[in-house]
C-alpha cells in the first residue's frame, strides 16, 4: 500500500459535504480519502447502471433455449414451424430493442 505522507486541508459547506457523500455512495466509495484523491487525480468518477445489461443477458438465455428447443423440434420432425420462426423474430427485436438503450445510455456518459 502506499504510503501517503502529505496532508491537505480543506473546507466545505455542511451541504457540500452532503453532496460529496452522497455521490461517494453513488460510486460505492466509502472513504473520503480515497474519492478525494480518485476525483482529484482523474476529475470524475463513472458510475454505471447495469440493469439494462442484465436483461439483455436474460432475453439472450431465453432466445438461445428457445433456438435449441426449435432446433430440436425440426431434427425430430424434419420441419420449422412459422410460428417458431416469427417468436425468434420477436425475441430479437427485443434483445435489440435492450442493446440500443444501453448504448444510447453509454454515449451519454462518454
Same mark, same amino acid.
Given at each position: 500500500m502506499v504510503e501517503r505522507s502529505k496532508r491537505i486541508e480543506l473546507r466545505v459547506t455542511a451541504d457540500e459535504l452532503r453532496q460529496i457523500h452522497e455521490r461517494m455512495q453513488e460510486a460505492g466509495i466509502s472513504s473520503l480519502t480515497a474519492y478525494m484523491i480518485r476525483m482529484a487525480l482523474h476529475g470524475y468518477v463513472i458510475v454505471m447502471d447495469f440493469s439494462d445489461l442484465k436483461e439483455v443477458l436474460?432475453?439472450?438465455? =431465453?432466445?438461445?433455449?428457445?433456438? *435449441? !428447443?426449435?432446433?430440436?423440434?425440426?431434427?425430430?420432425?424434419?420441419?420449422?414451424?412459422?410460428?417458431? =420462426?416469427?417468436?425468434?423474430?420477436? *425475441? !430479437?427485436?427485443?434483445?435489440?430493442?435492450e442493446m440500443r438503450k444501453v448504448l444510447d445510455r453509454l454515449t451519454t456518459i462518454m
Open positions: 436474460r432475453l439472450l438465455q =431465453i432466445s438461445g433455449n428457445n433456438l *435449441n !428447443q426449435y432446433a430440436k423440434k425440426a431434427n425430430e420432425t424434419g420441419s420449422i414451424y412459422h410460428e417458431d =420462426i416469427e417468436e425468434l423474430r420477436t *425475441n !430479437q427485436k427485443e434483445i435489440l430493442q
